[in-house]
């Protein structure tokens, strides 16, 4: 079974300071790791993913995320923020394969300060 | 193309009423989800579906059902409404498996008196 840990409810940050959303899992196996965003009153999308390959991954809007498995370890960062960045992240977790399930972090709240 | 659409967005239910969800998509994907979203849970997969004619139950299945008669449509059914389900209900729908991309829906807000 896997499971992710997204450590604290919100962050606030001023506009143009780093963002760095922290997300550990819990896998059995070498998970495929998620981060999806949900802007106010919508749908989640995706931001970015890691399969295999590459441990850094960069996603839209200028957000990446590195995988470390030493750390059990999936940060989404951005070097500046924006005030469009305001929302909602998930982070995800899922073992490979193809009738494997997304678990779901409880999501971290960005606010971004002017 | 309009992605994933729910209907509605909006439902108050008194309980013991029964209701359904309707999630449609036109983007051909075979894996269709309904989750539910609450705060500080994250979200839970209640059913899902591989294909046309198959459902699975997810993590939290127990008083909903689904169906999934047409490809692009994936519904959800609460039979007996209870103050407990009241939520975000987000449907979405992958192309060929769970770890593919999820498109989601933008949503309905369900309340139950």
């Known amino acids: 079974a896997q499971s992710v840990t997204q450590l604290g409810s919100h962050v606030s940050v001023s506009e143009g300071a780093l963002v760095l959303l922290r997300c550990n899992y819990s896998?059995?196996?070498?998970?495929?790791l998620f981060w999806y965003v949900q802007y106010p009153n919508q749908g989640l999308q995706l931001l970015l993913k890691?399969?295999?390959?590459?441990?850094l991954v960069k996603g839209i809007n200028g957000f990446e995320a590195e995988f470390k498995k030493s750390e059990t370890s999936f940060h989404l960062t951005k070097p500046s923020a924006h005030m469009s960045d305001a929302a909602e992240y998930f982070c995800?977790?899922?073992?490979?394969?193809?009738?494997?399930?997304?678990?779901f972090g409880k999501g971290i709240t960005l606010s971004v300060r002017p | 193309n309009a992605g994933v659409t729910q209907t509605p967005k909006f439902r108050v239910l008194k309980t013991g009423q029964s209701m359904t969800l309707l999630c449609a998509q036109d983007?051909?994907?075979?894996?269709m989800y309904w989750y539910r979203q609450d705060p500080g849970m994250g979200l839970r997969l209640i059913h899902y579906?591989?294909?046309?004619?198959?459902?699975a139950k997810g993590e939290v299945p127990d008083g909903y059902n689904v169906s999934r008669l047409k490809k692009q449509n994936f519904l959800l059914g609460l039979e007996s409404a209870a103050p407990s389900q009241t939520s975000v209900y987000f449907c979405?729908?992958?192309?060929?498996?769970?770890?593919?991309?999820?498109?989601f829906g933008p949503g309905t807000r369900l309340t139950v008196l």
């Open positions: 979405a729908s992958s192309l060929w498996r769970s770890t593919d991309t999820q498109y």
């Open positions: 896998s059995s196996v070498p998970p495929y």
């Open positions: 890691y399969t295999t390959g590459a441990t």
């Open positions: 995800a977790v899922s073992p490979p394969g193809a009738n494997s399930k997304l678990t």
């Open positions: 983007m051909n994907h075979e894996y």
């Open positions: 579906s591989v294909g046309e004619g198959t459902t």
